[in-house]
């Protein structure tokens, strides 16, 4: 079983739709969890951690179920520059080392 | 904005070669990484170093592969004798401090390794 799965994808939404992303993690000890971005042939970035309360950046919202080992991404409003892979990554304690999940491929049409 | 750097963006050469990736993280920053990624498949961890010791590493770390930090500024990893599957982009990132407090590693754009 893969340690950090989501679907691959790809998203085709149009222009200011509403796209989430879900991830499922296997490992119960994980500890802090992300979402990075990546543009194709590109360096990953974070967009944002992701806390137990659930958090919100702008138009981007994120929700942790520790109990079901799962993490969700909303885009409200997408925009064009939104098109990219969103990675899920997750932290086993409080160490370094961040294991990757494949990735969800989004693509925003106008 | 500060940012982590990597050289060469391309590198290629013949199986059994010795190649060293160069990264230069952002200076204030403690923990320095080493990732890759191989053509259509997930980022994947290789090691960590902080204090100029390894403090992990991943299966995928063995022992022709090996880190240094030979100066104050640079990190390097060194892959001892090449193999086809080597090939991938490896990113270099760093941290101000672990990332299992929240904190962000950043990336540099990652050198191409092509092994012939």
């Known amino acids: 079983r893969k340690e950090v799965e989501q679907d691959p994808g790809p998203f085709n939404v149009p222009e200011g739709a509403t796209v989430a992303f879900n991830c499922t993690y296997s490992n119960s000890a994980s500890q802090s969890f992300f979402w990075y971005r990546q543009d194709c042939r590109k360096e990953p970035k974070l967009l944002m951690s992701?806390?137990?309360s659930g958090n919100e950046d702008g138009r981007f919202t994120a929700q942790l179920n520790r109990a079901s080992q799962y993490i969700s991404l909303l885009i409200r409003d997408s925009k064009l520059s939104d098109s990219a892979t969103y990675l899920c990554v997750v932290t086993h304690n409080a160490g370094n080392m961040l294991t990757f999940g494949g990735g969800t491929r989004l693509m925003v049409k106008p | 904005e500060p940012e982590v750097t990597q050289t060469p963006s391309h590198q290629v050469t013949q199986m059994g070669q010795e190649v060293i990736l160069r990264c230069v993280p952002i200076s204030n920053h403690l923990y320095f990484y080493w990732y890759r990624q191989i053509l259509g498949q997930k980022v994947e961890f290789l090691v960590s170093?902080?204090?100029?010791?390894?403090?992990?590493k991943s299966e995928i770390f063995d022992d022709q592969f090996s880190v240094e930090r030979p100066d104050g500024s640079n990190f390097t990893l060194k892959i001892r004798s090449t193999k086809l599957e080597d090939s991938a982009m490896y990113f270099c990132?760093?941290?101000?401090?672990?990332?299992?407090?929240?904190?962000?590693?950043?990336f540099g754009p990652g050198t191409r390794l092509t092994v012939t």
């Open positions: 990132a760093s941290s101000e401090r672990l990332a299992g407090y929240s904190y962000e590693q950043y």
């Open positions: 992701v806390y137990s």
């Open positions: 170093f902080y204090n100029n010791e390894i403090s992990e």
